[in-house]
């Protein structure tokens, strides 16, 4: 497998042409009614492995990193399996698990079915992404165009439109834009915005994009909101002097700065809502504060530590097979010093499903 692609998205189609004046595509064209797709745009919370075909410091295709998924498998999901997206697609019977558009290997099926433009490591503003190497939001928008096109080519304009007229769209992104580009060493915006400024900047940033999707046919869009970043691992690290495992907590201001921001994306996914499109917000931070705040009711016995290595700072790369794991990672909130472990991303999961069941009743 090759080590990285142009991040340009121009080379998987050219790969696609020669796919389709095969004449392979079959199935699909003969039924009519379009079938239900995903579509994810983001972070590593929804990134199921596209910066596997990055240059970036920002990967998790190695162990101990899926070490729960189907065979074991590091997919490059940064978690010890699945993620909410993938949950999400076999509780609504689109498809097993949401794979990365960056994959060149994937089937027809997989593709009319959706895909995640998500990059590890990205933000809504596009300076996170670029510091990092990875997708921002903007490229994950033209991959997605791209896409269109490919799919255009594979089924027609008609049933290419109907498909992602009918399909969902989910967006998650943001954490990083504050714990690396604002609160961070490296973080330039904090001297030229303040908090609700900033806040103000990404949802402009949202905005954006919502409206792309819109103008390409996207009538049922999901944004999921922040959980408390104050609580991650590794920013409790950083950001505090809370070194010792005991004695570690939330730090209460980033968290409420969190709270800000969903505030105002929740009320920008009003404004916006178009005659015939919805937009759904999702609430995962007061889930994610119910977790923190009891962890024993939910079955967990560490919060502010992550299963991999010391669990206080290790990430990507730092956390690898050479890492000291812990026992059972389902009693870990964390598996790495910031995402979340397979049974958290569960737990938000069945948290999720009355919204869930909304998008997928209305059309
Ligand atoms: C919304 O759609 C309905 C029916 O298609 C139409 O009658 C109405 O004028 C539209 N409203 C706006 C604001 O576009
Ligand atoms: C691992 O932890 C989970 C959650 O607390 C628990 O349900 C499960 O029984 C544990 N597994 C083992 C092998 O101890």
Known sequence: MPTHYPIYCLHFFILFISVSSSGTQTGYSTSSAAKLAMFVFGDSTVDPGNNNYLQTPFKSNFPPYGQDFVNHIPTGRF????????????????????????????????????????????????????????????????????????????????????????????????????????????????????????SQFLTQQLQELIEDLMDVGARRIVIVGVPPFGCLPAVITLYSNQILHHKRECIATMSSD???????????????????????????????????????????NKVYSGCCGTGLIELSYSCNAQSRLCSNASEFVFFDSVHPTERTYFLVFKALIPTIDLVLKSD
């Open 79 to 198: 978690s010890n399996g699945r993620l909410v997206t993938d949950f999400a697609a076999s509780y609504a019977g689109v498809k097993e698990n949401v794979p990365p558009y960056l994959d060149p290997g994937l089937s027809t099926d997989e593709l009319l079915t959706g895909v995640s433009f998500a990059s590890a490591g990205s933000g809504l503003d596009p300076l996170t992404a670029k510091l990092s190497g990875v997708m921002s939001i903007p490229k994950q928008m033209e991959c997605f165009r791209e896409y269109k096109s490919k799919v255009e080519e594979m089924i027609g304009t008609e049933r290419t439109q109907a498909l992602l007229k009918k399909a969902v769209y989910i967006i998650s992104a943001g954490t990083n834009d504050f714990i690396v580009n604002y609160y961070g060493a490296s973080g330039i915006r904090r001297y030229s915005y303040s908090i609700p400024s900033y």
């Open 258 to 300: 969190a709270q800000g921001f969903n505030q105002m994306v929740k009320q920008k996914a009003k404004e916006l809502e178009r005659n015939g499109s919805k937009i759904y917000h999702v609430d995962i931070y007061e889930t994610f504060k119910d977790i923190i705040q009891d962890p024993k009711e939910f079955g967990f």
